[in-house]
């Protein structure tokens, strides 16, 4: 199949059969062009969209009414023409014009309502059942597109993921089972049986036609520990448009997790100022920049999303700007592809491992956990190396796992736990984690007794150490408390009750009751195995973002690394670092980020001004004998130092968005 490319674009074209003159004004010299100026070398362009209709010869599909040539094979001569990659992209799981013939096909609510839309009198899509006799119309579609288009390089498909769906298909399926369609665990189980009919069948049928297709099913989000998910694709394209819904936080933490995974994936964002089907929607060329470099800087290559005129030519403004990041990308490929993660710490958010011994709040539109979402955020602005991992993940080059928040563990987990610790590792867990849901008790050795939740919601922390630049006092905690009593453990910090909770004949002050001044238990504590924070703490710096938060995590984390961390800087938070190796190449290549989102409109995080650094001052332990530290982009050599413990330092004197600061020993 071939190496990925760095510099893709994912073509929408979701066309209406209203618009006439489908394909008016395409030019093969235009398109061809564009995507030099857009320093383009692969593109995903459509077979079919959302709305049903083909952009090409068919005989399992209807080629748009108002379209009287085949527009795809006119653009996959072009890109092929000038050495652009080309993949195919099939809108699978919506088709609007079968949907209006056969709403029977559709996914169906608890209530009845159709999936996606609600219904038929709101404009937009509704989504199918594969289930339904649908699922047989788009295999053939599929199967076509597959032997017809050869040449290409894979098939993209979107829309589909595990779904749960109440129509009288699964109805009659699950009744034939002797299972209840009213119990809720039944009907999921059955959508994710589906799923894997679906992709089973999918790939076995397109790789019967072409074995080298990539093959690619898009559900816009990989839920932690989804392997099966994963490795039912050749390779990943994680969706992630920062100004889409997604924020800047979502996809550092897929990337943290897939990359370790062994497949090639890509980072893809969007050109647009806001999602998908906007048009004449831009962003800033430097938010561009930046969410390039921090794909690359991920181990991911690159794809930037845009929509084409029904009429068939590629904007100039768009890809003027898309060839301002990619330009960049261009220069520093061949120290980006094929590198390993340099990691200290892993984050176990194995999404099967969630307790749901309460509620598990969700950050963004797409479903993470909260506390997934805060724990990768403060790993990136305490300058961290990390990586996320699953149970089944090696844990054995890492110096420390973190058990975020709500981790119940079980027996393969304890075991697993168990042999890191014994080779050295340590742990840093809080709220549930580390516990034994059902027996309400450690099972790692934190110099304390877990004595359950806590009754006062929110508590106070008053910790034994200076957190960071914050004085000495007792800090409000939002997150979910829990008791526990000291053993012999060394405490780091007290926990401190309030007076009562706030309640309706209760309550002082306009937010929440103050501390009592008096301890009331072990806050924070350490242990043999390692440290035990008694908050849900990483779910409330994601949804509240409080300083005292981060510092008393930085404070366990260096406690626990001590001189064993392996990156450090003067880089300020908003910075963004990733160390990778190259084996191969005999090279360590150091990413270094900056830029400072802001929130404008209705909640969109919005990148426009670049602010340079200077000075910056890097640290980092390597084994292997360094010979040789440069600009990857330059190529310019940085005067470096190290000593014979492995600790390199090197000056960056100015860095604007990123640097590609290359290693070689």
């Known amino acids: 199949m071939g190496r990925l490319s760095f510099r893709q ?14 394909g008016g004004q395409f030019d093969k010299k235009q398109f061809q062009e564009m995507l030099k100026v857009g320093h383009v070398n692969s593109i995903n362009i459509f077979s079919k969209c959302h709305h049903g209709w083909a952009y090409h010869e068919t005989e399992k599909n209807q080629k748009h009414p108002n379209l009287n040539f085949d527009l795809l094979s006119e653009m996959i001569d072009a890109c092929h023409e000038i050495e652009v990659q080309t993949q195919v992209y099939i809108s699978v799981g919506l088709d609007e014009k079968i949907a209006r013939k056969h709403p029977d096909w559709l996914l169906r609510n608890k209530d009845e309502s159709v999936g996606w839309n609600g219904g038929f009198m709101n404009p937009g899509y509704h989504l199918f059942c594969m289930n339904s006799p649908y699922f047989d119309v788009i295999l053939e579609q599929c199967k076509e597109v597959a032997s017809k288009f050869k040449d290409t390089k894979g098939l993209w498909l979107d829309i589909v993921a595990p779904r749960v769906c109440y129509c009288q298909n699964c109805v009659k399926i699950l009744r034939g089972e002797g299972k209840d369609p009213r119990d809720d665990n039944a009907v999921k189980e059955l959508g994710e049986r589906t799923y894997k009919k679906y992709y089973t069948e999918m790939n076995r049928t397109i790789h019967d036609i072409n074995p080298e297709l990539r093959i690619f099913h898009n559900s816009g989000h990989f839920p932690i520990g989804r392997r099966d998910l994963i490795f039912a694709n050749t390779h990943i394209e994680l969706e992630s448009l920062p100004t889409g819904g997604w924020g800047y936080d979502h996809f550092p933490t897929s990337a943290r997790y897939v990359h370790g995974l062994g497949l090639e994936f890509l980072g893809m964002t969007g050109k647009f100022h806001t999602s998908w089907g906007e048009f004449g929607g831009f962003k800033h060329p430097n938010a561009l920049k930046y969410e390039v470099a921090l794909s690359i800087a991920n181990g991911a290559k690159c794809s930037i999303g845009d929509q084409m005129h029904p009429e068939g030519f590629l904007d100039r403004a768009t890809y003027e700007l898309i060839g301002v990041a990619y330009s960049e990308v261009e220069k520093v490929e061949e120290y980006c592809d094929d590198a390993e993660s340099v990691a200290d710490i892993a984050l176990f958010c194995d999404e099967a491992y969630i307790s749901e011994y309460t509620a598990i709040r969700r950050q963004g539109n797409f479903g993470v956990p909260a506390f997934t979402s805060g724990v990768s955020r403060m790993m990136l602005e305490g300058k961290y190396l990390y990586d996320i991992i699953d149970i089944d993940s090696d844990i054995s080059k890492y110096k420390l796992v973190i058990l975020p928040d709500r981790v119940c563990v079980d027996d393969k987990l304890k075991a697993k736990l168990d042999r890191f610790i014994s080779n050295g590792g340590k742990i840093l867990a809080s709220g549930l984690s580390g516990t034994d849901v059902n027996k309400q008790e450690f099972l790692f050795d934190f110099g304390a007794k877990f004595e359950g939740k806590n009754e006062y919601q929110p508590c106070y922390f008053r910790p034994e150490f200076k957190p960071g630049d914050l004085g000495q006092s007792d800090f409000v905690f939002y997150g979910e408390p829990f008791r526990v ?10 926990r401190r009750d309030p007076y009562f909770n706030r309640d309706t004949f209760s309550f002082s002050s306009h937010q929440h009751t103050p501390p009592k001044l008096k301890d009331a238990g072990a806050g924070m504590i350490q242990g043999k195995d390692g440290i035990y924070i008694s908050w849900a703490i990483f779910e409330d710096y994601a949804t509240k973002g409080s300083l005292i938060c981060k510092e008393t995590v930085k404070y366990a984390i260096d406690a626990l690394l001590g001189s064993r961390k392996t990156f450090k800087s003067n880089m300020p938070s908003g910075g963004v670092v990733t160390l990778m190796k190259q084996p191969q190449n005999n090279r360590y290549v150091n990413h270094l980020l900056y830029a400072s989102p802001v929130k404008r409109g209705d909640g969109v995080e919005v990148i426009e001004d670049l602010i340079p650094l200077y ?28 000593s014979d413990d492995g600790r390199i330092k090197f000056m960056v004197n100015e860095l604007n968005c990123n640097k590609v600061i290359v290693l070689e020993y």
């Open 615 to 642: 000075d910056i001052n890097a640290e980092l332990i390597i084994n292997e004998k360094i010979k040789k530290v440069y600009d990857g982009k330059t190529k310019e050599e940085l005067r470096f130092t190290q």
């Open 485 to 494: 009593s000291e053993k012999d453990g060394k405490v780091l910090g007290y």
């Open 9 to 22: 674009v994912h073509l929408d074209f979701h066309t209406s059969e209203l618009i006439p003159d489908i």
